[in-house]
């Protein structure tokens, strides 16, 4: 099982740049999107439909253009889901759940602070709400895959620029101490337990020569349930060809 972890930072930007080309070649089973900012049917276009794939959103209904997060397929799901329940998260497109069986595959986009207090406010909110319903899912027996752009690193094996970002969203001590816990408590990174001294990166600032330098953070992540952890084979991170300011995180799991 090949699964895909993809922030586009707009989908049609990445297909203009050749994104949807290079997928056709992964032999992914599953490919989970984040920051697509566009409306569904905006994407029922040629340029966005993967013969062999099923396509399923959720769009922003609070701003156009905005957020939004998408699952490609290639076994129909027995349900998608698209709702937690709490409306300031799901009305700005930030989850997007398919079910096969006792699988569940979840494509999430964790808000960034990075804009200013106000959002970062928010992102405390949504994890503090998020966690509940993360620690029922684990409890739940379920198999999950919990994909996505949770704009937090872990520790400064995931951040170039470790003491400078200290104060900075997605770094700040609350932050990591929340993810770190969500992986104390059962939820297995799956980058990490792969490589336990890795210095890989999934984002670089579009500021400076961040990209050219390799001045990075490990944002994107798929965490999954003890059971998968246990099928876990391989990753890749694809930093070339560049499709977006978020590298394509694919993981392989034993089927």
Known sequence: MRIISFNANGVRSAARKGFFDWFRGQDADILCMQET????????????????????????????????????????????????????????????EARFGNLSVVSFYIPSGSSGELRQGFKFEVMDWLRPVLDQWLASGRDYVLCGDWNIVRSELDIRNWKSNQKNSGCTPPEREWLNRLCGDGWVDAYRALEPEGQDYTWWSNRGQAYTKDVGWRIDYQLVTPALAQRLKRWSILRDPRFSDHAPFTVDYES
């Open 37 to 96: 900012k566009a409306q569904e049917h905006q994407l029922a276009a040629p340029e966005f439909v993967v013969d062999g794939y099923q396509a399923f959103f959720r769009d922003a209904t609070t701003k156009k253009g905005y957020s939004g997060v998408a699952i490609y397929t290639r076994r129909e799901p027995d349900e998608v889901r698209t709702a937690l329940g709490w409306a300031p998260f799901d009305e700005e497109g930030r989850y997007i």
